[in-house]
């Protein structure tokens, strides 16, 4: 397994320009995820580090060696797609065992038979190494897809989107274990998702793409707690976040039309700029300073959405369980004053303390 | 106005049901969601309210009149597809006034529906253009805007959100959702995704294999599944489901945890399992608190960030695996040992040969 680092990539297509001096690194082991909406630039930056596809410049280095001219084969990475591309007619055995008997590799069939199943073990599929792969639903097929990388033993794992065509039961089902495995046999991956739980939830680290820049890089409770613009306040987190229209008076911030006023905190804020707080610090609170009408209850089971409106302003918040507020109720609510995000009129967080 | 009544209604193919006999009685204003994973039937239930599809068995009664062979025309409902069935060469207002025009109304009384309802949509900026010009939420809006200008009786909308992406999905999702607060117009809609579903719905009917497994409202189906079906495709992740042996007022499960059955539980259970002892705890994620002194145990099989709290993958024994939801603080390296007790008044049993839950109401 294997440090990869990418230096300044850029790459244009005739009609646009698909990457703009990108650059990360990630360590051995670690689960590294690229997230962003369509369009970002996920899939290329995937398929260049694959030698899939040449960067116009820029490099890329594999445990401090340059890989740029390496053919893809030679990069010894193994590609899991969103599409599973098995071989219908094989088995799952066969469909396993097919990366290792090709010609470059000639594993002798022992050893083949000892990666295979240690391989469908972890994956929980030993019990369908007969089966023709046709036969297999969705979340199998995927199963031995990632199968199929892992017996390679690859220096990386490059895997898009592998979990986007299945169900919400499945997809669940399948990110747990495929952490899980990550985790236990310390493999290094690189995974494209445009799902912001996908990555919270799986990433080591997280790198946000948008129009073929790296917007921000880091964990994901740096990502979370502390997005750098509002593009990734936006992107992560559902219900999405408050952003709202805010101004700062004396010493207080306020919230036209709101009612909303809380202390300015120790940041050099602009005079008008843009306040976040996430659906889950605005708190339902008989005692509350805050004011607000319930527009809309959606009961989620776990959490309950409320649509509030504090005067003109609609709130969003996410209290526990089957919340009792019900549609046209007045309530009192505090904010999470430590949690809050603010943003300039660039749409940068605002990380900076006043003097 | 409607009230929607369903007698033992059924459709076969065939010696094949593709709906099973089945009774529902929709309010005057209720919005009532069908839901079930794929070829469940909910889709093919609606398309028979409508009149699209033709019973086989069964009468379907509107505002107390039977509408089970009138043509879709006949019945005063609206439906709104999945995929919009716009009019690609007509503009949105053209496609918005077309049922109006098609029932031969006058162009002023048109005009004047077709305003208001581009105000409730928001679209009124969008009337020149085509829907090929449209992004998918507007289009899904004008196909709205189509159904509520002819003030049916009722709306039935299959699936309408499903072509979008997450984002637009869960923000239509309330705007349909405010439409009906402020019309109270009768809806059933149809579904696979149970967080619309509970969302949106005064009540759900949740559907599998052809046959009703529970209608209830989203507080009922969640806190108190009829079966392990509506357990398991209610809630994400569904509800923990582990199997165990009653016995000396306590379930016994593999790997020796021990469970301490809450008193309200002893005698339904007792009666319920008719001398077998497997049964199967239920308990929803928010329902187990790790403590030091839970009389459950297992291994963090994984930590799950999800933004404003955390997931706990616990393996409590040989691959049996329960989610645990936790505080954002609450994160473990893999295999950790972990100990965790569950909120006896939200602790759910079911009965492994019929899936059925055990209630504790009944054995009163």
């Not at chain 1, 559902?238 to 300015?264: D, F, W, Y």
Request: with cysteine; charged share 25%; glycine share 8%.
């Amino acid at each position: 397994m294997s440090q990869v680092e990418l230096k300044n990539i850029t790459k244009r297509f005739p009609t646009v320009t698909a990457l703009q001096d990108v650059s990360f690194s990630f360590e051995h082991g670690e689960f590294f995820v690229l997230l962003g909406p369509t369009g970002a630039g996920k899939t290329t930056t995937l398929r260049i580090v694959a030698g899939l596809e040449k960067q116009d410049s820029g490099t890329i280095s594999m445990d401090g060696q340059n890989i740029d001219t390496r053919t893809p084969a030679e990069r010894d990475v193994a590609f899991v797609f969103q599409q599973y591309s098995l071989y219908p007619t094989m088995t799952v055995y066969d469909n396993l065992a097919f990366p290792l008997r090709s010609p470059l590799r000639k594993t002798p069939e022992p050893e083949i038979k000892i990666r295979v199943e240690s391989a469908t073990e972890k994956l929980r599929i030993s019990h369908l190494l007969k089966r023709k792969t046709a036969q297999l639903s969705g979340g199998e097929m995927q199963r031995v897809a990632i199968g199929r990388a892992i017996v390679r033993e690859p220096r990386l794992f490059l895997m898009d989107e592998p979990l986007s065509n299945l169900d919400a039961k499945l997809r669940e089902a399948l990110r747990v274990e495929l952490k899980h495995l990550q985790k236990t046999q310390g493999s290094t991956t690189l995974f494209v998702t445009h799902d912001q739980i996908e990555a919270l939830t799986m990433a080591d680290r997280i790198a946000v793409l948008n129009e073929g820049e790296v917007v921000q890089q880091g964990t994901p409770d740096d990502i979370y707690d502390r997005p750098a613009t509002t593009f990734v306040a936006q992107l992560v987190g559902t219900p999405k976040i408050n952003l709202l229209a805010a101004s700062r008076q004396e010493g207080t911030v306020h919230v036209k039309g709101s009612g909303l006023c809380v202390p300015a905190p120790r940041l050099a804020l602009p005079e008008t700029f843009l306040m976040g707080i996430r659906p889950e610090d605005i708190r339902p609170d008989p005692n509350g300073t805050f004011g607000a009408v319930v527009s809309l209850t959606e009961p989620l089971g776990v959490e309950t959405i409320l649509h509030l409106k504090a005067g003109e302003l609609p709130l969003l918040s996410l209290v526990p369980g089957m919340a009792s507020q019900r549609v046209g109720d007045q309530i009192r609510f505090t904010i999470v004053q430590e949690k809050l995000h603010f943003f300039g009129p660039d749409n940068r967080r605002i990380a900076e303390e006043r003097t | 106005m409607a009230t929607i009544q369903l007698s033992k209604v059924e459709k076969k193919f065939g010696d094949l049901h593709a709906v099973k006999p089945l009774d529902l009685t929709i309010n005057d204003g209720e919005f009532v969601v069908l839901l079930g994973p794929s070829g469940c039937g909910k889709t093919t239930t609606l398309r028979m309210i409508s009149g699209l599809e033709a019973v086989t068995g069964g009468r379907i009664l509107l505002n107390g009149k039977e509408v089970t062979w009138k043509h879709p025309s006949e019945r005063d409902m609206a439906f709104v597809f999945q995929f919009y069935a716009l009019y690609s060469h007509l503009s949105v207002r053209q496609n918005i006034a077309f049922p109006l025009q098609a029932q031969g109304m006058k162009r002023e009384a048109i005009d004047k529906r077709v305003n208001e309802v581009v105000d409730i949509l928001r679209i009124r900026h969008l009337l020149r253009l085509r829907p090929g010009k449209l992004a998918g939420g507007d289009q899904q809006r004008v196909a709205l805007a189509r159904a509520l200008v002819r003030r049916p009786a009722a709306f039935l909308m299959d699936e309408p959100l499903g072509a979008l992406d997450a984002e637009l999905r869960e923000s239509m999702r309330a705007e349909i959702k405010n439409l009906h607060i402020a019309q109270h117009a009768t809806t059933v809609y149809v579904t696979h995704d149970q967080i619309e579903a509970m969302a949106m719905g005064d009540r759900i009917v949740v559907m599998s294999k052809a046959e009703v497994q529970q209608v209830g409202t989203p507080v009922d189906v969640y806190y108190n599944p009829s079966n392990l079906f509506v357990a398991r495709f209610i809630g994400s992740p569904g509800m923990n489901l582990v199997k165990g042996k009653f016995s000396g007022g306590a379930v016994r499960m593999a790997g020796n945890d021990r469970y301490e059955v809450p008193p309200a539980w002893q005698k339904p259970l007792a009666d319920s399992l008719d001398g077998r002892d497997e049964v199967i705890l239920g308990f929803r994620p928010e329902a187990a608190r790790v403590t030091p002194d839970g009389s459950m145990a297992g291994e963090v099989y994984a930590t799950d960030m999800h933004g404003g709290h955390t997931v706990l993958h616990v393996n409590i024994c040989e691959g049996e695996i329960v989610h645990i939801r936790s505080d954002r603080q609450n994160t473990y390296p893999m295999g950790t040992p972990i100990r965790f007790a569950i909120d006896p008044e939200m602790v759910r049993f079911f009965n492994p040969r019929t899936e059925a839950a055990v209630r504790r109401e009944a054995a009163r």
